[in-house]
């Protein structure tokens, strides 16, 4: 587990300090989230039922009372007692044990896919408070560039070389601006609650992200075969591995059952009466067994536990199909979301060069404040985007890692 934790820290190509408050995440929530508490609780039920099945069946007693005591030779019967215990064939107890462990451990593969699953939650829901960080950042610099922009065509209108309207487009695109940040600031606020329900806390807990994410210059390695071991197939492999056990089980339990018992009963003396075995009590032990002749049941249970197996096994298969297309799907969304940002990244280059000429055009007195707001929104754009691709990216290895880890 500390393994798939390293692994998602090391995608993270920031500061060390950064890096670490991600893992000191991460343990948290797997140390308080309640589905985490809730899987260990019901493994460790499952476990003790080991207990539970290590017995054997309840010893019967039994007294009974002659209302009309019959008369034998050596004097008439008063009352009886009784035990009886009744053994389950050799081997019997062994197999529920086996059983039941097996069940046991089926449930605790519950618990690996449920830390797996947290695990990417906690690391996705980070980066997505990052990338909206990140915009709001970007919002904010386009917001102070269109100000000075304002500026300069408040300076132009002075002369005679820009209209109001021109200074009117550039307030009205600063408000849009501003009120997309508002919305991301709202949106942040809710991922921040959804974030902190992962890690168990209050809704209002404040969470702070690192300041900048870089795309990785190269991919880290793919194990495909990794997949085959991943623990929501594994699980299936220890359910049939279960039913192979409850078989076990059916086929002890269709053996005969021997018991062992004792009877004593109380006998009187014959009054008047003198010989050697006068008012001796009877203590009769006894055998025996108990044979299902009418077996019908335990062939029927056969018989659905192989049904059960043939289903594991093709629910199996239907898992690894599905595990096996989010693979190749988050594999060829990262590629594309690589290829998204280097466009992005020329797009970006090319805006800041177009940016600067506009300046110089300013300079000789022939700038166009709308192709300053068309080169700005271009900008902002490029930006956005840029920040979504590294997101996903993230976003995609994640997901990568839960898959092969």
Do not use: C
Not at 96 to 116: F, G, H, M
Not at 250 to 263: R, T
Not at 267 to 272: A, G, H, I, K, N
């Amino acid at each position: 587990m500390k393994r798939i934790i390293y692994t998602l820290i090391g995608l993270l190509a920031f500061s060390v300090s950064n890096a670490q408050e991600l893992e000191t995440l991460i343990n948290e929530a797997l140390s308080n989230n309640p589905e985490i508490q809730k899987f260990e609780l019901q493994y460790k039920r499952a476990s003790e039922k080991v207990n539970e099945v290590n017995t054997i069946p309840n010893t019967e007693f039994g007294v009974g009372y002659f209302v009309s005591e019959p008369e034998t030779r050596t004097g008439a019967q008063q009352f009886k007692i009784s035990a009886k215990q009744m053994l389950p064939w050799f081997g019997t107890i062994t197999s529920r044990e086996n059983y039941v462990s097996s069940l046991a451990d089926a449930k605790y593969e519950d618990i690996v896919i449920a830390k797996r699953k947290l695990m990417a939650s906690v690391s996705q829901s980070y980066y997505n408070l990052y990338a909206n960080k990140a915009k709001q950042r970007v919002l904010t610099e386009n917001i102070k560039l269109l100000e000075t922009y304002e500026t300069l065509a408040l300076t132009s209108v002075e002369v005679g070389k820009a209209s109001a309207v021109d200074v009117l487009r550039l307030q009205m695109r600063q408000n849009e601006m501003q009120q997309l940040k508002d919305v991301l600031s709202q949106q942040f606020l809710a991922e921040q609650t959804n974030f902190n329900k992962l890690l168990n806390r209050k809704n209002d807990t404040a969470v702070t992200v690192v300041d900048s994410l870089m795309m990785p210059s190269e991919d880290f390695e793919i194990t495909t075969k990794n997949l085959a071991l991943h623990p929501e197939l594994l699980k299936f492999d220890k359910l049939y591995h279960s039913v192979e056990q409850s078989e076990l089980l059916n086929q002890k339990e269709s053996s005969p059952m021997i018991g062992f018992g004792l009877d004593y009963i109380n006998v009187s003396e014959r009054p008047d009466m003198n010989f050697s075995d006068n008012g001796k009590d009877i203590v009769m032990p006894m055998v025996s067994v108990s044979i299902p002749i009418f077996n019908k049941k335990y062939k029927s249970q056969t018989k659905q536990n192989e049904l059960e197996q043939q289903e594991i096994r093709a629910q199996k298969q239907e898992r690894l199909n599905t595990l096996e297309t989010l693979l190749s799907k988050a594999i060829n969304e990262r590629i594309s979301t690589r290829i998204s940002y280097e466009t992005q990244t020329k797009n970006l280059k090319q805006a800041k060069d177009a940016e600067d000429i506009l300046i110089k055009s300013y300079e000789t007195g022939t700038i166009d404040f709308n192709d300053v707001l068309d080169i700005q929104e271009l900008q902002l754009k490029f930006q956005m985007n840029q920040i979504e691709s590294v997101k996903t990216y993230y976003v995609q290895s994640t997901i990568i890692n839960y898959l092969i880890q």
